[in-house]
């Protein structure tokens, strides 16, 4: 006579397994901050790398779109929504530098190009980091379109240039579009962090689905409501400075945030019951 399945093995084939959340107090994410900029100092060339580039495409996107405010400023909050994607080589240092391995220009390369290596030693699952970064770059063209045709059907003028912007949108006294389009941003980004404040490192670090790292994430923020609403003031915080010093801050916010996300990660999330993902180590 068979054994009838345990509950047990019927729970693992119909649930979704996520990771216990810690404790943490409610000052922690400056912690991740101080570990993030201790991060960027054993490795400032390779980090510095990272905000460079972004500083530039700021630049490009600038010049681009520079007389079509609206699109210029779709484009930079686009920007913020896939920043977890573009900081992937940056979790993938600190965690290097955690295990003791060496942190170098390979790294860099085989984090975002040994696609084809990890994929015969790991078929079902490093997939996953590339459909979260196509679901961040819909949500951010999403983003882009939603604002670009609320300024363009809402504005009492035409909107061209940042100055445009300032008088008609932010300083005009007769309406609250300014109002109204922060608190639209802020709606349609309030989930998109909380799918992805942990998914990227888990992603990166475990092998877990979309699935997983996403409610993973959102299991995160609901445990921790205050510290992670906390978490992501600072981000933006510095992202708008890096932004508003005409991008030049963003050589050092990005590889800072980048490597303290990696550290909110492991303080937040115990792992030990996932399976690891291969590292970039030894991938040649």
Known sequence: MLEPPTPSKRQDSSTVFLPPVLPIVFDQPLQWLALGFKDFARSPWLSTLHGLLISLWGFIITWV?????????????????????????????????????????QLLVNTWTQWHLRLRHQPDSYWSLIRFGLLLALAAVGWVITSAALITLLAPTPIHTPMDFVHHVVLSPNH???????????????PVFASSVISMPLLLDRQVSVLQAVLTSWKTVLTHPLQMAFWALLIMGFCLLGIFSLFLGLILVIPMLGHASWHAYRQLIDVSGLEERMSGQGEH
Do not use: K, N
């Not at 609250?176 to 309030?190: D, R």
């Open 65 to 105: 779109a520079h007389d079509q405010f609206w699109l210029l400023a779709g484009c930079l909050s686009g920007f913020l929504v896939i920043a977890p994607v573009l900081a992937t080589s940056l979790y993938a240092m600190s965690r290097a530098m955690e295990r003791g391995e060496v942190v170098d220009f």
């Open 176 to 190: 609250f579009l300014f109002e109204f389009w922060l608190g639209l941003g802020g709606l349609m980004a309030a």
